[in-house]
Each structure stands twice: as C-alpha cells, then as structure tokens.
C-alpha cells in the first residue's frame, strides 16, 4: 500500500512519498518521513519495510557522507545511485549464513537485507544492517522495497533514478512504485512534459496524489513532497488529510 | 640494547619499548603542527615545508577533517597518517550510523588512540609514526576540545600543545603566552607559536580554524599573512617601547 513516486521538472526533481507505517492492519503512525535526505543535493525516497527502509537508507546515507569526507567532494547523482544499486544487487547475492568478504566501500561491518531506497532519482531495494548486535534473517529479498533516488549537480541538472528491490537500475524522468504507481504513474503519462515548472510539477503530484486516494482500495492518507534543486534537498509540502491527534493536556 | 630493538613487543630490560621510541623519533622529525584551544574556537596549525615548484599544494592538504565538527593536524609519517585519519573517518560515520549521534572528540581520539596502541602490541607491525592534534566541538555540550596522541597510544586533553619538529621550543612559548582568548586572538596566538620556529610567511604557514557554526575552515594565504604582517608591527611596537630612550635626550 506504500506509494512513492517522483519526476523532473525544470531545475529540480521532485520526490512524494505516503507516510503510513502499517503493520498488517495497524497503522502506527501517518507522519512517517519515507524520504531521507542523503546529503545537501540528494533525496533518498524508500517504500518498503519500515525496519528494512531505514536501515538500508541510513547506511547509504552515512557512506555517502563518508565519501564527501574522504575525497573532499561529494558523490555525484549517478554515482550515489549505482553505489546503491551495487549494494542492493550484493545483498541480493550474498550468503548470508557464511560471512563471506565485503568490499573495501562497506567498511562498515553490514549485513544485507533486502532493502528498497528510492533516491530522489533510485529506487534501490536493498537493506543493510549492521553486524554490530542485529539478527541476520534468513532469505536476501524483503517485500520488495523499491526506491528512487533524486539529485541535482551542478553540471548535468537534476536527475531521477529508479531502483527496485532486485537492483534494477533506471534513469528516468518520472518513477513510481508500489500499488499508487498503477494510477500515479498513468497520470503522469497523460499529463507530464519535460521541463515543467515547480507549480505545475506540484499539480500533477496532487492530481496523482487525488487518484491514489480516489482509487486505491487502503490508500494512505498523508502524503510528503520534498524537492531538490540548486540550493538544496529539502521539504516542500505535507498533504494531510489526517492530522495526528494531539497529546491531551493533563 | 641492540638486541632490544628489532620486534616491537619485546620489552628491553629497562623497561623500554623502543620502537615506540623510535616512532616518537619520527614524529620529531616531522613538521611543526600547533593546535590552541579557544573559548569559541579551536585553531589549528602546521608548518608547510617549502613546495617544490613543480607540485600542486592544494593536494598536499595537512589540516582535514574527521566530520563536521572533528578535525586532525598531525605531525610524522604522512603515509600513515593517511591510514589513520580513513580509519577515523569510517568509525565517525559508524558511529553516527549505530547510536544516531556525532562522536564527542574524547571518543573519536579515543579510537585513535587505541588503533596506534594495539600496532605496539602485535608481531609483525611497527607503530604508526605520527602525533596527532584532533579537535572539535562535543556535539551535545557544545565545549571546544583538543586532544593529542602519540605512537604509543596514550591521549590527554589540552589548552595548547605542539608536536613535530621543535615542539618543545613552541610548548615553552605558549606555557608562557597562554591566556583564554577568542576569535582571532586565538588565530594569533597560534600563528605567534608557529613563527617561533617557522619561516614567517603565508606560504610556509596553514592555519585553520574549527568553529561551532562553520565547522572548519583554512585560511587562505592572504589572510595568513595580513595575520602575520599585524604580529610584526605588534612586535616591532613592543620592541621601540622596550628602547632605550633615544641618545638626543641624554646630551
């Protein structure tokens, strides 16, 4: 039931997420923040198990801020969004039972999982968690966590990359997973151009956004729109219909 | 003694690990790096050997940073430098990444400090050749640090320390001159340090500076030496009030 979806507009890229945390027929919460914000040019837009999703988000975030230390520069789009790929495509391979050999970039002591990250322009689907204390389930592939990976540099622009829970590796102009993806991404077939600006880009992810809700059997009701462009990766909009419920004064 | 020296984990019968010794030989050898702690700044300096003409300094960096608010200066073994300084990065964001928070400065020397001690424990190794200065800001308490280790491991916090090549000749300058500052007085305290045993110059001279709202930030050359032109006139008006007065009075 998660949705998370993203395009390109002129100068930016955009990436929405729901922000249920569901288990089975709970919801925990409907302010989840799905996207994390990887460093100052880059969204990370994940969907799939909560533990999984942060997990993997987080420690794709922590060595990408490990390599802007270690180089002096921070990793380009692409390149964080390949990097995420590999680790997700490794999870996948790994052995989890037998320790095998890491590579050198994982210098963080982690185990796969399956994962599904979603940068403002990947959607990677892999999960790593580290060995510090933290059980090793059996079986590589989660429930698919999907993710899309959005950036911007400053030489090519903004761009979106789609990666699914098995690695796939996409550049694209418009992503989205999960069930919304049937009806967000059809809207977005219909109404989508390259080059748009930021209202209409916002438009068309409330058009997208009143499909989910009209259309999708459990749809979530709180959705999150963050943004990058030139001057950064950031929160643009919350779309709530449901507010939670304030703590009661004694 | 010759005997004594060869494997690191063999004790001499005085008591000495000499290789470590040795190791601390290299550090002197190395160059000069100050560091002084301030009330709302840490500064950080080291001495650059002459360039050759041919070489790009701006890869020749000596002041880096750990994280956003963790830098090191070190003086010795640059290539082992470079080893420990990856090690620290990756335990920075480890850190970060298992407990949710920045390391404090006392954890990430810690660390450091424990990686230099167990290469004098093992057979086969030779210590890490190299001092380092690390300083920063606790992320929770918001107080500056510094901290300095030795090829031997151990670690301890201080005002203002110097290592590398003549060291002592700085500790003793700034035992003498050390006074709380702020700002750019720290600047200049530390850069007052450095020209006791540096060719005065921004050109011979890095210098950066570790603040809580900007992390760190070097110091370009223009800057070093407009800092470093102020410290001779201070001088130089230090000196004529220090003159005896003038013959013509005295006729």
Known sequence: MECVFGLVGDGFALVAADSSAVNSILVHKSNEDKIMILDSHKLLGASGEAGDRVQFTEYIQKNV?????????????????????????????????NHLERSELKSLDLTP???GIITSKFVVTTILAPSVGTAQPKGCIGNGRDSSIAGYDKDIGPSLYYIDYIATLHKVDKGAFGYGSFFSLSMMDRHY?????????????????????????????????????????????????IKDAEEPTA | MARYDR????????????????????????????GVRGTDAIVLGVEKKSTPKLQDSRSVRKIVSLDTHIALACAGLKADARVLINRARIECQSHRLTVEDP???????????????????????RPFGLSALIVGFDPDTGVPALYQTDPSGTFSAWKANATGRNSNSMREFLE??????????????????????????????????MTKEQGLRQLEEAE?????????AEKAAAEAAKKPPSKDSLV
């Open chain 1, 113 to 115: 999982i399956s994962v």
């Open chain 1, 65 to 97: 801020h490990l390599y802007e230390f270690r180089n002096g520069i921070p990793l380009s789009t692409a390149a964080a969004a390949n990097f995420t790929r590999g680790e997700l495509a490794q999870a996948l391979r790994k052995d989890m039972d």
């Open chain 1, 193 to 241: 151009h390259s080059g748009m600006s930021l209202k209409e880009a916002v438009d068309l992810v409330d058009k997208c956004i009143v499909e989910i809700r009209t259309r999708l059997v459990v749809s979530p009701p709180n959705f999150v729109i963050k943004i990058v462009d030139k001057d950064g990766a950031k929160e643009y909009a919350w779309r709530e219909t």
């Open chain 2, 7 to 34: 494997a690191i984990t063999v004790f001499s019968p005085d008591g000495h690990l000499f290789q470590v010794e040795y190791a601390l030989e290299a550090v002197r050898k190395g160059n000069a790096a100050v």
């Open chain 2, 103 to 125: 390391v404090t400065v006392e954890y990430i020397t810690r660390y450091i400090a424990g990686l230099q001690q167990k290469y004098t424990q093992s057979g086969g190794v």
């Open chain 2, 176 to 209: 003498k001159n050390y006074k709380e500052t702020s700002g750019q007085e720290t600047v200049k305290l530390a850069i007052r340090a450095l020209l006791e045993v540096v060719e005065s110059g921004g050109k011979n001279i890095e210098i950066a500076v």
């Open chain 2, 224 to 232: 070093i030496d407009a800092i470093v032109a102020e410290i001779e």
